[in-house]
């Protein structure tokens, strides 16, 4: 008697005969620039509970890129070399590939709280608004909001020097640098 694991089988490829269920993949070769199929990567298919590699290789696969429209808006992060990712297909059919994700185990996250969109590049730089709809503007050294305070704090201290008499900025400019420092610091972290 057949095992009804077989028969399964059977009926799936009968009902579904390009079926291939989603696969583990490596990233072999990442594209960049414009253009249609820039924004994708080959990669070479991994066995699965294994991650050892195939010699199956899928040429610029599409990357799924997130919150894209017209015009070539959207959010863009190529994978780089090495990468772990998982290769959906459109109706399971192999010859319609795309990268539906990174594998999990396989990176790091950034530093973030729940209610945040944040943007790095692993590096220090980070983009980001959270859920107070305050913005993020930093790098490694610093950032948007410091900067701004030191400029605000340097413009509200200017002094004339030489004839006539030096002076300070008159207190009214010092109060309306001050409302723009304070909603400086309500808009950015």
């Known amino acids: ?93 192999m010859a319609f590939p795309y990268i539906a994700g990174i594998w999990s185990d396989k990176y790091n996250a950034g530093e973030f709280k729940k209610g945040q969109l944040m943007i790095t590049d692993g590096d220090g730089l980070k983009l980001g608004v959270d859920v107070d709809a305050l913005f993020l503007f930093e790098t490694k050294q610093q950032s948007l909001k410091s900067i701004l305070d030191e400029l605000i704090d340097e413009v509200s201290a200017l002094k004339t020097q030489g004839p006539p008499p030096s002076h300070v900025v008159s207190p009214v400019s010092v109060q309306k640098l001050q409302a723009i420092k304070t909603k400086i610091a309500q808009l950015l972290k």
């Open 1 to 93: 008697m057949e095992k009804t694991e077989n028969i399964m089988t059977r009926l799936r490829d009968s009902i579904f005969p390009n079926y291939h269920p989603s696969v583990l993949a490596k990233v072999i070769k990442a594209y960049e620039g414009p253009g249609k199929t820039a924004y994708s990567v080959d990669v070479r298919i991994l066995k699965t509970g294994s991650l050892e590699e195939t010699e199956v290789v899928l040429p610029e696969v599409p990357i799924n890129p997130i919150w894209t429209g017209q015009s070539g808006k959207g959010l863009f992060a190529i994978p780089p070399e090495t990468t772990i990712v998982i290769v959906g297909f459109i109706e399971w059919n």
